[in-house]
């Protein structure tokens, strides 16, 4: 069984920093694409950044500059937020395909069915 499980959430003043990270257990291999998606409130959820087996990376225009995704040796999947925006609040969910060999260059879409695995998501807030 596949599990992602998300830690890192918490709550930041604005221009603060907050590294999330995403641990697979399970059959999730370093040749699965992986993103970060977030839900803001009253907003339906969208994709942040994505990582692909090689170490393509696509960084939403909207953090880009300021969040950078990354993937470690150990499998672990981290977001890296750097000058947090109000804006930015709500829940972050890393999410992994359940197939290899797949690398997307668009924007992470979450009603994309090939996102087989999703974690249970941690809260941010930024205020202001």
């Known amino acids: 069984q596949v599990q992602l499980v998300e830690s890192g959430g918490d709550s930041v003043q604005a221009g603060g920093s907050l590294r999330l990270d995403c641990v697979a257990s399970g059959a999730i291999y370093s040749e699965y694409y992986m993103a970060w998606f977030r839900q803001g409130p009253g907003k339906e959820r969208e994709g942040v950044a994505s990582i692909c087996a090689g170490g393509k990376t696509y960084i939403d225009s909207s953090v880009e500059g300021r969040f950078t995704i990354s993937r470690d040796k150990y499998n672990r999947l981290h977001l890296q937020m750097n000058d947090l925006r109000p804006e930015d609040t709500g829940v972050y969910y890393c999410?992994?395909?359940?197939?290899?060999?797949?690398?997307?260059?668009?924007?992470?879409?979450?009603?994309?069915?090939?996102?087989?695995?999703w974690g249970q998501g941690t809260q941010v807030t930024v205020s202001s």
């Open positions: 999410a992994a395909y359940g197939r290899a060999g797949i690398c997307r260059t668009s924007p992470p879409r979450a009603r994309d069915r090939d996102f087989t695995y």
